[in-house]
């Protein structure tokens, strides 16, 4: 097990009859992060593709859970390596959000479902989409939080408002759902079902 302390940014240790100009900044400890607890989301965060907190990767909505990757204790950067859990989506939290996570009450368990439980959702989950593109909003890359996504994160998050978690990146959602037979010749469309994904490629 490791543990990282989590700290609140600029603060200052002030010795008695020490001028400002003289104050040193410290920080203040709040409380450790371990990588064998998983955390629940108090707020929407954004989760970031490297250390350096430049470009999104995706978000996690407020109740979503994740774990802590790796502890780097030697080398503590302005961010932190994380994991999704509903998805297993790699990303990296920022210093300035982690007063946004606190310990989950439970450990988080995936759920199987089948076409049975799915179908009586699927209506929901239109209903999710449609409501996405009547609000303002625009494309936003690794956005999954409203009013602002991309098209992956978009099919997600109307599928997890039904419980149903799909993986976050197109190619990942391609692979994972079961894939059926077009005749590229002619438009099929008769063959399909409501709640069918189409995803488009060279191959």
Not at 105 to 129: D, W
Not at 165 to 182: C, G, K, N, V
Request: proline letters at 6%; aromatic letters at 10%; hydrophobic letters at 35%.
């Amino acid at each position: 097990m490791s543990v990282f302390l989590r700290y609140h940014w600029p603060l200052y240790t002030i010795h008695p009859g020490c001028p400002q100009s003289q104050r040193h900044h410290q920080p203040m400890m709040i409380d450790p992060l371990s990588d064998i607890v998983e955390y629940r989301c108090k707020a929407n965060l954004n989760l970031y593709d490297s250390s350096d907190c430049q470009q999104l990767a995706t978000q996690a909505a407020t109740g979503r859970q994740l774990r802590v990757c790796r502890l780097d204790l030697e080398n503590p950067r302005q961010a932190i390596e994380v994991e999704l859990c509903e998805d297993d989506y790699p990303g990296w939290l920022a210093i300035s959000d982690w007063d946004m996570i606190e310990p989950a009450s439970t450990v988080y368990q995936s759920q199987r479902l089948g076409e049975a439980e799915i179908k009586p959702k699927l209506s929901a989950v239109i209903a999710f989409t449609l409501e996405a593109m009547n609000t303002p909003n625009h494309y936003l890359w690794g956005g999954t939080v409203e009013p602002h996504y991309d098209c992956s994160g978009l099919i997600q998050a109307a599928f997890a408002s039904q419980g149903i978690w799909l993986p976050r990146d197109a190619y990942q959602q391609e692979a994972f759902t079961h894939r059926i037979s077009l005749d590229k010749s002619q438009l099929m469309l008769s063959c399909l079902k409501v709640g069918d994904l189409i995803f488009f490629g060279t191959s």
